[in-house]
């Protein structure tokens, strides 16, 4: 019986760590088409959204299955509730990356786009969503508390982006709608950060059975 | 097998106390009888004695109390009874005993009473006027008289009973403390002779199980020291992506620090998309090769098949940095080769276009024909320093090593390059002494050539090159200093390649082979280059050749 739930926590673990692949490779497709300007990436980034989903469905069922028919306790709950958890995020963070691949088929970056920190916002999310998959695959404490920490330096770019395009829009006005194109992508990367966040955080409740926010 | 032991003892041992007891009774039953029918004859006897003597008044005297009297006459009317009154008795001819006693003077019957409780043992006599007299005496049956005992033996078979269970538990332990003191891994036959071929049998398997583990033990280490040593990265995976077997180097090439954990999935170590569609694919049963995102590994991975079905998968992760550069080094050789031809006979083809248009002054004509031939020549030289290099590429020529003096060599070299020497105003000094090499004497003057002309040919005007022949124990060296422009530290590494240029102008002419023929020619012989420099100031090549052997 024993070795039979251990199998399908392993394969639990196998299929959140493919789950958490396809979106990293989501999340860089888009930034990638985003930041190239590339439509091929974008498309890519929208199938992998499937996946996403499909993993979503999958994994969901698995953690139901495990739930119902082992009726496990201790830190196998919790590793499984964390999981059934981590999936809603990881969700969000495809769609996310999806809505940024939609929206870099209108946007154009501007031809002085150093003067604009969005790369550097995606690649810090990018960075952000990696760590969190890999404290997830790792079990690393200290990497998912990073993770956390990373965020305010997400937010405080968010903050940078949106007054640079701010500055655009006043300096030309015809550049208007691009701008609010583009503070949505900035949006959407916030929110990524935010999801990765809290995927940490998870991980941290699976490790530590305490979650960070103090519930 | 105690158990069952223990349980065979019994049962033998309350068979053999039930039997005996029930036979004992059997026995005693018919000697009770006997005995009975005996007295019971006796006492016929007297009262018969006593019936003919006294007449009937003897009947009615003392009679025994628990027997009953009868008397018969010898047609069977009954004449006298202790019990009941003989005139409402049947006719008594028809009895057994009576009859037999009425046949031959005496007889004796048993006869069960309906319940079969009682049985009554009837014993008649003839008496001398042809009538009989029977005696009867109730008796209770063997069934009752066993119900009657029943306490006392009951009590018996209890204490028999327990003294069984007491000896059965006993022995059956003897008995298996024996085999249960067989030490299974070192089995020896004292226990039973029974036990000799299966103690034997075990024995022998052991024995073979333990070479066959240390046969399994040998072919891991092997297969280990195998794979530990490859410079390839090695993965087993089974169907769901478990690690079963990996070397160090694929979790180098894979950049995971730590030993994988039993069990941990292989997409742990690495999730990148190309590898996970290499695991993937070569998990639904087809080969697949993918080179990963950063370019400098390839993954190659086969599905392993097990009665028809994918049982697994094996990976095979390639450091394909050196022929990722391998290739764009010859990519950027065949470049530079094409255009390093092209120059000087495009200038060839141009003076050869005007000189056939008569465009030239005859006067001229000679200066166009200068530049023809150092062209030419230019040409000449490039392809000789290439065959030379494709020669060092393919193994070297196959000219005999020898011993060859580096100072003589660098005094022929020095000889041949005076001219251009003195054409720069360079002066060129030749210090130290006899230093023995072994090589090929061929590919030591390249290498001492090509360092004196460079030395000579970047040099300023009015310069100086330090020629420096010495001979250590480490072996023959020879050091080339120049006063030349120097060579920046970023392009120290980069002077060895192929047409790599410090002045990209060209100006110094030459074919920008000269070092790599050094490097290479160096390599065969199995020497040693060094180079320092100081931008500005000139630069230092030394070649140490390896110690000649005794």
Redesign the interface.
Known sequence: MRNRFDEQLKRLHVELIQMGALCEDAISAAAEALLKGDEALAETAIEKEREIDQAEREVENLCLKLLLQQQPVARDLREISAALKMISDLERIGDQAADIAELTRYVRLPDDSHALHIGDMARSVIRMVTDSVDSFVKRDLALARSVCGADDQVDALFRQVKEELIALIAADAAYGEQGLDLLMVAKYLERIGDHATNVAEWVEYSITGAHPSGQ | MKRQIFRAILTVALAVLLSGVALIMGVLCGYFQDRMTAELAKSTAYIAHGLETQGRAYLTGGLPRDSRVTWVAADGTVLFDSREDPAGMENHAGREEIRDALLLGHGAAVRHSDTLSQKTVYYALRLEDGSVLRLAETQYSLWLLLLQAMQPVALVVLLAACLALWLAGRVSRRLVEPINAIDLDEPDSAAYEELAPLVGRLRSQNLRIRRQVADLRRQREEFAAITENMSEGLLVIDR???VLSYNTAALRLLGVEGPVEA?E?V??LD???GF?RCVEEALAGRRREELLGDLCRRVLASPVEQDGAVAGAVLLVLDVTEREQREALRREFTANVSHELKTPLTAILGTAEILENGLVKPGDIPHFAGNIRREAQRLIGLVNDIIKLSRLDEGGPTAQWETVDLYRTAEDVLEQLRPAAERKQVTVTLEGGAAPVRGVPQIVEEIVYNLCDNAVAYNRIGGSVAVTVSAGTEGGRIAVSDTGTGIPREARERVFERFYRVDKSHSGGGTGLGLSIVKHGAAYLGARVELDSEPGRGSTFTVTFPPVGP
């Open positions: 769901e992506t478990q069990g999935s997409l742990a999730r990148e998309a996970r």
